[in-house]
């Protein structure tokens, strides 16, 4: 059993999964690999979703995290912070909407939005995983 101070670690390789697989799930598209895109894809948003949950498992249980920095490293941490909050509560509902594109075979649709879903997933992803550098390992 993972015990709740096991999750930021988690959610740290969750991230990094998820930017993984939707970066590999481009280059498939990419090559015209569309079974391989949309199975790279869909593992993606799985290991997303995995770490919403254990996020706000994590939080609900845990509270907010402090951050313990001084100096320029503050406004630094809060400027990363802040763009990485905003962004992922903007990303949620525009990765299922490129989901159901997808699924429901409105390809042109799908591709107009995932060309802008998949810069801010990737962002989201990477700057979660520094987030938890930042507040757990330096």
Do not use: E
């Amino acid at each position: 059993m993972i015990a709740y101070s096991d999750l930021p670690h988690l959610n740290a390789c969750l991230n990094a999964v998820s930017a993984l697989l939707a970066l590999t799930g481009y280059h498939c598209i990419r090559c015209g690999k569309r079974r391989g895109h949309r199975a790279l894809m869909t593992a993606a948003l799985a290991a997303s979703s995995l770490f919403l949950l254990s996020y706000l498992a994590y939080h609900a249980h845990a509270g907010s995290v402090r951050y313990q920095g001084a100096g320029w490293h503050r406004p630094a941490y809060f400027s990363l912070l802040i763009s990485h909050s905003v962004l992922a509560a903007a990303v949620v509902p525009m990765i299922f909407v490129t989901f159901v594109r997808a699924l429901k075979g409105r390809f042109a649709l799908h591709r107009r939005i995932a060309r802008l879903t998949l810069p801010i997933w990737l962002y989201v992803s990477v700057t979660g995983v520094l987030v938890y550098l930042v507040l757990y390992q330096l």
